[in-house]
Structures are given as C-alpha cells and as structure tokens.
C-alpha cells in the first residue's frame, strides 16, 4: 500500500522547494511528499491520487496565488480529500485577511512565512495535521454499512450517531440497487431499516445507540468495579474534568449517553475559544480532548444511559438504564443542556425529516442548491448558518428579537453580513411546519411585515429546517435527589446556604464547596449548573476547578 501524501501548493518555486524539502527531512519515512505550482496543476494531481485510491493527510496552500487563491482551491480540494487537513502558507501582511478568509472553508492551522526554525513554526502544525487526520481520516470508508432512507428519523439517528463519533460509514439510499442487494445478503427487508453491517458482517436492524456502539468498538462497559471519580457527559465541562482528573493520578471513568462534545461538539467552527485564533471545529476539539483525556487513563464509555443516582455511605453510585451502576469516591455531573423543542403545529412530527436540532452535519450534502432555515440567534445558530452557507442556496436566520446584537458575538455578526447567501429575518417565528414523508414547507409569523398584533403570515418552501432555540437541562433523571432551580438547573456552593442554614440532610460540619452540589462529594460544571455562563471556556475551566474540589473533598474524608 503506496505511504500516504503530504501536499504543499505555492507559486513560487523557492517557497515550493523549501517546504517540500524540510517536510521530506521530518516526514520523509512515512509520508510522500509531492508539491504543485498552482491550484489547477495540485487540484489535477488530487484527482490522479483519487483514482489510484491513495489517501491524503493533509494538505499546505499558499494563500496569496494568481488565477485561484488557498481558499478557493482548498474548497475543491475538499470535495476530493473531505477528511485530508488542511493549512494556509501565508505572509505576516496577510494574517489579518488570512483569518477572516479561513472562516469560509474549515482549516485547520495558518502558517506565517518564513517558518524558520522548523522545528519551531513548523513540524509543531503538521504533527497537529497529521494526528489529527490519523485519528479520524485514515480508516477506509467502506468498513461500516448503512442502508436506510434519506427521509426515515431511525437512519438519521444511525447516520448522526456514527458521525459525531467519528466512526466512518458508506450510506446507501434503500432505493439503490447495490442496497436492494446488500439488504438481500443480510435477510432483511425495507421495513426493517436503517440496517448497519459491520466489517465482520454482523447485521443490525433497527439498531439502538448502545447496540450500534459495542458493534463499532466503542467502549460502553467500565473495566473496573470501584472508580474515583466518575463524570457524567462528555461536554467541554465533563471532558474538562476528566482530563484534569486522570492527569492528577484519579482512577476516573467519563460517562456520555450519546457522543462526546456536547453541543459544543457539534459547532463547525468555535473562533473565539482561547489559543485558536484561526478557530477550530467543534469536532476537533472535542476530538483532541478525548484523547487527551485517553492518554491519561481516563475511561470514556459512550451510549450509556444514567437514569439514577445516590449516595452509598461513603460511596456515590450511578445507576445505567439496563440495571448495571459504577460506584465511586465522587462524582462530577456535567451533563449540559439540550434545545428546547420548537413548539410549532408538525414540528415533531417531521423531526429527523427535514426538522433537526442542531448542525446535523450529516445533512449538509444534501443541502446543495436548497432554501436552508435557521431558527435561533445565538452563536450556535450563526455558526450553522457560516457552515451551511457553504453548500445552500440560501441560508435564512429566524429571529424571534429585533436584531441579533443581544444574543450573537459581533465577530460572528459580522461574518454573516459578509457571506452574499445569508439573510437575517428578525422577529419571526415559526408556526407550522408541513410536509408528508418530509418537510416540504414551513409557515412564518412576521412581524415586521404588519402592524397587526398577530402579524403576518408567509409560507415558505425548504426541506431542511435547523433548530437551536433555549437551553433545557439535562436533570429530569435526577428527581428530588439534588437540589434545582425552577428550570431544573443544579444549584451549587453557595446557593444551597439559606440565611445561614446548610441544605437539608447535609451532615458535614462545613458549606458546601463553590461547585459541590446539596449531596457531599457530588459537585456540577458546566451549562447544567446553575448561574454558570454558558461559554466553551467557562466549562473547561469549571470542569478542572471541579476535580481541584473533588481533591479537597476526598482529604476531608
């Protein structure tokens, strides 16, 4: 099998043999290294490699080339190579252009020109590259199986699931004859779909999140009986702690009932999280997280559901859906927040159809040339429309304020102003949706449109409507065994002290720890505890200050 490629593309021959040269000197051994002159010329090479079915792990443009630019050409190198990374080659005099360019197309690093000493300015970005490109973009495509159809919410589930765990999969529409064939091979039929065969050939019909997961090789069941620590979601915070708790020698176990990241996971680009000032994918960081956290001994186990939890003498327990627990020292609830569902006549009924809540990447293809509509004003709503856009026709925001000044980062305000395909309508709602096998069509309440109270009404075509409205935690499963606010947020620290008075039951002869929870040794961080500012950062930060209490807690005992 030919080594995998390292690409370099720069119109001056100079620059081109320079970066060719120290890439060959570092990267010699187990990569190719083959350079361009132009975009056109590196854009036919790709497609030469495309054909023999040699992979490319990443890929350095030079910004600042004639007849087509970095981006324009890293756009369509996209299209060949979606999971090779990519980086810009670009001048001091040029970074400022360079970044906002790079908002446009999902790169990974910008490299300053001259990049000397390369083992300083260089080698540093393309280890970067390529781990990156091994964890996720080096394994064949064609390993998993899923035969489903475009419009079924059960194969939108599957197609999402596998995704955001970054398990590769080929799709095949049921339609197809190749899947007419394969659902033959596998005894099953079109009412049994989505139908997902492994590598091995192990059929699943109709499969569950933790059913999928064992098949894949996900990890779903702890290794060992007793734990120091264990942390529920595996959001910023949840990864936060987890990685802060095995590097400081805890035996700790990170609990997530779907996939890693959390909303934050499912961001196409976060711009303005510390240390990344030409951004990085939700998915990206969430990716560099797990493993971090994975370096250090942390166990990560996905698909599981808690539905319970108590305190067990000295012990805390989390119970599973399927009768099994984990019994540790201490725990650390980070489980996040969810939309909220749109309350709309049809909404539910199409969801996974047409509705979905949140980017739903999986569903960008089929955005090609379509009406794409946005409901929400807040980051995550902007940066699915700065995603989006790159693939629809036209991208509309659904504001329910007047403008977006209240809710959205100006940087990101200022993004969307710029891309000519993205319209903001505020203060309109949706109240209907409608469509049989899928949306087909969803009817807006404008009030800008009419001075009537009730304001007026348009029905608009589009088959892809995107949610990302409130911010529901994640605690019904919690009942009256922690304390919560009217919305069901978890208060901590020293919200539970009412005019001197420790919570009920409390039986420890201090108040609890800022992020400790009414139950000792059970501490929050994140979205779900109550009054924490709901930013990236601010859960990373709240995940390690959670495992210094967590310390503090355990040489208490």
């Known amino acids: 099998m030919s080594l995998p490629i390292l690409m370099t593309v720069d119109d001056d021959p100079a620059v081109s043999r320079s970066v060719a040269r120290d890439l060959r ?12 002159d132009s975009g056109a ?39 060949l190579f979606p999971h090779a990374r990519r980086a810009l080659l670009t001048a001091y005099a040029d970074t400022d252009a360079a ?8 790169v990974d690093h910008y490299l300053l020109k001259p990049w000397d000493p390369p083992e300083e300015k260089l080698y540093p970005v393309v280890d970067a590259l390529v781990e990156t490109w091994r964890a996720t973009g080096v394994q064949p495509v064609d390993e998993i199986k899923v035969i489903g159809h475009r419009w079924s919410s059960p194969s939108y589930k599957v197609r999402d699931f596998l995704a955001r765990n970054s398990v590769p999969y080929r799709w095949y529409s049921v339609d197809d ?40 090789g996900l990890s779903t069941q702890p290794a060992e009986e007793f734990y120091d620590l264990v942390v529920v979601g595996g959001g910023p915070a949840g990864l936060g702690a987890a990685v802060y708790g095995a590097s400081e020698g805890l035996r700790t176990v990170l609990v997530e009932r779907k996939a890693t990241g959390g909303q934050a996971g499912q961001s196409s680009r976060i711009e303005n999280y510390l240390g990344f000032p030409d951004g990085v994918s939700g998915a990206q960081l969430t990716d560099r997280a797990r493993r971090q956290a994975q370096k250090f001994g942390a166990e990560v186990l996905t698909a599981r559901d808690v539905i319970a939890m108590e305190a067990r003498g000295s012990a805390r327990v989390i119970k599973f859906d399927d009768g099994t627990e984990i019994v540790a020292h201490s725990i650390v609830l980070a489980t996040g927040v969810a939309y909220r569902a749109l309350e709309a006549e049809g909404v539910a009924d199409l969801a996974g159809r047409g509705v979905f809540y949140g980017s739903a990447a999986t569903e960008a293809p089929e955005c090609a040339g379509e009406d794409v509509y946005i409901v929400g004003g807040a980051n995550s709503a902007g940066q699915a429309a700065v995603f989006f856009s790159r693939y629809a026709k036209n991208v509309t925001i ?20 710029a891309i000519d395909n993205v319209h903001v309508r505020t203060r309109t709602t949706v109240i209907k949706a409608h469509g049989d096998e ?6 807006l309440c404008d009030q800008t449109l009419s001075d009537q109270e009730g304001g007026a009404t348009e029905t608009v075509s589009t088959g892809h409507m995107f949610v990302f409205i409130g911010a529901a935690p994640r605690t019904e499963w919690l009942d009256e065994t922690l304390i919560r606010d009217g919305h069901g947020f978890v208060c901590t620290g020293p919200d539970l002290v009412k005019e001197g008075a420790r919570p009920h039951g409390w039986g420890l002869d201090r108040d609890p720890h800022y992020l400790e929870s009414s139950i000792p040794g059970v501490f929050v961080a994140g979205d779900v505890r109550a009054q924490s500012v709901k930013r990236v950062a601010s859960a990373v930060g709240e995940g390690a200050m959670a495992v210094t209490l967590v310390h503090r807690y355990l040489e208490q005992q």
């Open 41 to 79: 010329d590196a854009l036919d090479a790709l497609r030469e490699i495309k054909l023999r079915g040699d992979a490319v792990a990443a890929i350095l443009a030079d910004y600042r080339m004639p007849q087509m630019d970095g981006i324009q050409f890293l756009e369509q190198a996209m299209d």
């Open 25 to 36: 000197r570092r990267y010699g051994k187990d990569y190719r290294v083959i350079r361009a």
């Open 99 to 106: 970044i906002q360019a790079i908002n446009v197309v999902d």
């Open 177 to 216: 004859s190749e899947a007419i064939q394969l659902l033959k091979a596998a005894d099953a039929d079109a009412a049994e779909i989505p139908v997902l065969i492994t590598a091995e050939g192990q059929v699943l019909k109709n499969p569950g999140g933790q059913e999928i997961a064992d098949a894949v």
């Open 398 to 417: 659904l504001v329910r304020g007047s403008s977006l000044q209240a809710s959205m980062s100006h940087y990101l305000i200022e993004q969307l102003e």
């Open 438 to 443: 899928h949306l087909e069509q969803i009817t």
